[in-house]
Antibody
């Protein structure tokens, strides 16, 4: 059973860069079965897809965030990461990492989520 | 970008009743690319339905999905206490490639 776990700072100052890492266990990130994704959810609000990466390094980003987002993968560590630059209070959210099955167009696996607050 | 609009925003029902949740797309969505999730407070979303009508592994058969084109429906035939949660629909679009979620329907106990 694939499991995902987010890690990173819970507090980021405005204008700085948010950085999170997702560690995948129970399966290889290089298996090619999934696109490794980031999704966020502001407190009390809905879900927003941020982007995803394939093990080869191919990336796709939400156009509304594309200018500030970088997703990378480290296959040797079975991890992938998110960087979101120039953050504001509007970026305060629970950030989830997830495994996206492109053949079924579905998120099969989710991390538990981590709350990141943007505040000085 | 395809926008998904879910209705109603909140649905108040009693255990044992039937729930019908709607997801309407701003343009046609392939049925293969429409999924539904359930989210309970403090938890990550859980996949219920994919391909508009296929139940995910371990999902009870009281959950069913239907629809095509721009109109999709999630039906819960007989509500159990554990079904009260927020439900999201999600679609994948290929041109350009991207994923969007509906704003969610909150199913609450009446």
């Amino acid at each position: 059973q694939v499991q995902l776990q987010e890690s990173g700072p819970g507090l980021v100052k405005p204008s700085q860069t948010l950085s999170l890492t997702c560690t995948v266990s129970g399966g290889s990130i290089s298996s090619g079965d999934y696109y490794w994704s980031w999704i966020r959810q502001p407190p009390g609000k809905g879900l927003e897809w941020i982007g995803y990466i394939y093990y080869s390094g191919s990336t796709y980003y939400n156009p509304s965030l594309k200018s500030r987002v970088t997703i990378s993968v480290d296959t040797s560590k079975n991890q992938f990461s998110l960087k979101l630059s120039s953050v504001t209070a509007a970026d305060t959210a629970v950030y989830y990492c997830a495994g996206y099955d492109s053949s079924g167009a579905k998120f099969d696996y989710w991390g538990q989520g981590t709350l990141v607050t943007v505040s000085s | 970008e395809i926008v998904l609009t879910q209705s109603p925003g909140t649905l108040s029902l009693s255990p044992g009743e039937r729930a019908t949740l709607s997801c309407r797309a701003s343009q046609s969505v392939s049925s293969s690319y429409l999924a539904w999730y359930q989210q309970k407070p403090g938890q990550a979303p859980r996949l219920l339905i994919y391909g508009a009508s296929s139940r995910a592994t371990g999902i009870p058969d009281r959950f069913s999905g239907s629809g095509s084109g721009t109109d999709f429906t999630l039906t819960i035939s007989r509500l159990e206490p554990e079904d009260f949660a927020v439900y999201y629909c999600q679609q994948y679009g290929s041109s350009p490639p991207g994923i969007t979620f509906g704003q969610g329907t909150r199913l609450e106990i009446k």
